[in-house]
């Protein structure tokens, strides 16, 4: 049971977030808590949702007002997915489709981006 928990705190420690849970649960250290924590909560600096709602306001300050670029629309509609997910739903695990589709949606966005801005 030791083990369990020094994985869960040692990924914690590793994307910098150990302090920042344990300031909203306490010493628990569930899968229950620290999956939705991760990826969903809006007040952490190191979960997914924080994460992409910053990009999705970097790419809305570049584009000036403009028409949404592929990479906007990408970027905004996983934050949307992510705003809306059921946290018990992250929590199981058991919906690996939504992180499959999150890796695919992050490296489409990427392949955006990099024609968008990085094309010689």
């Known amino acids: 049971m030791a083990l369990y928990y020094t994985q869960w705190r040692t990924l914690l420690r590793a994307?910098?977030?150990l302090e920042n849970y344990r300031r909203s649960y306490g010493a628990r250290l569930e899968p229950e808590l620290v999956v939705?924590?991760?990826l969903l909560d809006p007040h952490s600096p190191r979960s997914l949702r924080y994460?992409?709602?910053a990009v999705?306001?970097?790419l809305e300050r570049?584009?000036?007002g403009r028409e949404p670029t592929a990479a906007m629309r990408l970027i905004g509609r996983l934050h949307?997915?992510?705003?809306?997910q059921d946290q018990r739903v992250a929590a199981t695990g058991a919906d690996a489709a939504f992180l499959e589709r999150v890796v695919e949606?992050?490296?489409h966005a990427?392949?955006?981006?990099?024609?968008q801005y990085f094309v010689t």
Do not use: R, V, W
């Open 80 to 84: 949307a997915d992510l705003c809306y």
């Open 62 to 64: 570049i584009a000036g």
């Open 51 to 53: 994460g992409l709602e």
């Open 36 to 38: 939705p924590f991760l």
């Open 105 to 107: 949606t992050m490296g």
């Open 110 to 115: 990427h392949d955006a981006l990099t024609a």
């Open 15 to 17: 994307l910098g977030s």
């Open 56 to 58: 999705k306001d970097q």
